[in-house]
């Protein structure tokens, strides 16, 4: 693998995969996307010809929900497992596999791709992708570092291409009541807002997994792509759950479960990004083979509001959501002048503040049913509209949880100029919000 070779991401688009790396099917045949003309990727008469990059966990729930509909056709799977590329290809016939994602992202017969790879990927994979002609289905944490999120965005804009982030929650009915409640003005002016993400994995974590050599039908060195080399580790490639303890390929829990519940507050109460972020945390209690932080405080300023992030993997008290038994707790409180509004991802709750929450009937429903989250983004390909979860509104919620995970590196306040998206005062936070990717991989300094 060479730096000319990570250069060319468009450089190969009539070859045809390698053999050996996957069954070489050929797919139906369909009107390609550069056929059609203008901005529009498939006429709304065609089949989306889908590929995905990983196909472990999260990515074969939405490979499951775009494939099950009829105006859409598989025809790549890319993953550096290959026991899991087959078990896909297996259930796909009309697919063509792929060790490296450049090849599948190259391949004219892909008009849309789901990215769904451990984070320390997504941003790479992403501007790719764009910069390749696909529309994209990315799986959450969008990116780890604020430079990236940045990066991303503006890819997104600059390529003018449709993407939905994965926060499949954002799509379910009880999210939609509590933008109601919050929108319809009758909890009054809202001044604090805590989210909430805990749990208990006991002082052994994970636990420790034997030392071995990765299996030899995985190609480790692509697993590691531009993070840090290191060791196989079984834990660490088990699933998203599990990558979540190691800080170099997941920024930690608050980057894998923070989407889901900053995103909320961030759209009812159309907030931009932190101007300051304050995130105190550590590494306390559990001793496995992970080095994520079990602990995270986190406090963001934007104008007349606070939010909170609270997250915890060694105790899972849950407020009003649960207590006592070890579990997986989550919940957001809007705290507002009227009266308080907590909710999880099913279920909220009015708390009257006496007398001054006088109307305490439900507003009016106004945010229509989605058709699922998966589903938004097949139906915009076609509309060429943006999805609800669009990189576009989903970077105000990814920087406040990357400036978070800055912050908690340098052990202090980070402050951002909102009208100019630069961090202000702190050259050292300045050089940390930019990853150093490992050769030979170059971070795409021009969408900055």
Request: hydrophobic fraction near 35%.
């Amino acid at each position: 693998m060479t730096t000319d070779d990570q250069d060319q991401v468009t450089r190969r688009r009539a070859m045809k995969v390698m053999g050996g790396i996957g069954a070489a099917i050929s797919a139906p045949t369909i009107v390609p996307a550069a056929v059609l003309g203008g901005d529009r990727a498939v006429a709304p008469s065609d089949r989306i010809r889908l590929g995905i990059i990983g196909v472990n966990s999260m990515g074969r729930v939405n490979l499951k929900n775009c494939a099950k509909h009829d105006d859409v056709v598989v025809t790549g799977i890319c993953d550096v497992w290959k026991k899991r590329r087959d078990k896909a290809l297996s259930e796909h016939p009309t697919a063509r596999g792929y060790l490296d994602y450049r090849e599948l992202l190259d391949a004219d017969d892909v008009d849309a791709v789901i990215i769904a790879t451990p984070p320390h990927w997504h941003t790479l994979m992403a501007i790719h992708a764009v910069e390749a002609g696909k529309d994209i289905y990315l799986q959450k944490p969008m990116t780890m570092y604020p430079d990236e999120t940045l990066a991303v965005r503006n890819a997104v804009r600059r390529h003018k291409k449709v993407s939905q982030i994965g926060t499949q929650i954002h799509a379910g009915d009880n999210y939609h009541r509590v933008v109601e409640w919050i929108r319809s003005g009758k909890m009054g002016p809202v001044s604090v807002v805590r989210a909430f993400n805990v749990m208990n994995q006991g002082r052994n974590g994970l636990g420790r997994a034997p030392r071995e050599d990765a299996p030899a039908d995985l190609d480790w060195d692509r697993w590691l792509g531009p993070a840090p080399a290191r060791d196989y580790n079984s834990l660490l490639v088990a699933s998203g759950y599990e990558h979540c303890s190691f800080w170099d390929y997941s920024g930690g829990w608050t980057l894998g479960m923070g989407p889901h519940l900053v995103d909320l507050p961030v759209w009812a109460l159309e907030l931009g990004v932190p101007t300051v972020t304050s995130c105190s945390g550590g590494r306390y209690v559990i001793d496995d083979d992970g080095d994520a932080p079990d602990t995270q405080e986190v406090i963001w300023q934007y104008p007349n509001l606070t939010m909170h992030w609270s997250m915890s993997a060694c105790n899972s008290f849950g407020f009003d959501f649960g207590r006592g038994t070890p579990a997986r707790r989550l919940g957001i409180y809007f705290h507002a002048v009227n009266g308080t509004l907590f909710t999880d991802y099913d279920h909220h709750t009015i708390v009257p503040e006496g007398d001054y929450l006088s109307d305490t009937e439900p507003p009016e429903q106004t945010i229509a049913a989605s058709p699922g989250h998966e589903r938004e983004w097949l139906d915009c390909i076609k509309s060429r509209q943006q999805p609800s979860c669009n990189v576009d509104y989903h970077y105000k919620i990814d920087l406040a949880l990357t400036l978070a995970n800055l912050s908690y590196r340098l052990g202090r306040s980070v402050r951002l100029d909102p009208k100019t998206e630069r961090i202000v005062g702190d050259p050292e936070a300045v050089k940390l919000a930019r990853p150093v990717y490992r050769d030979p991989w170059k971070f795409p300094a021009e969408y900055l």
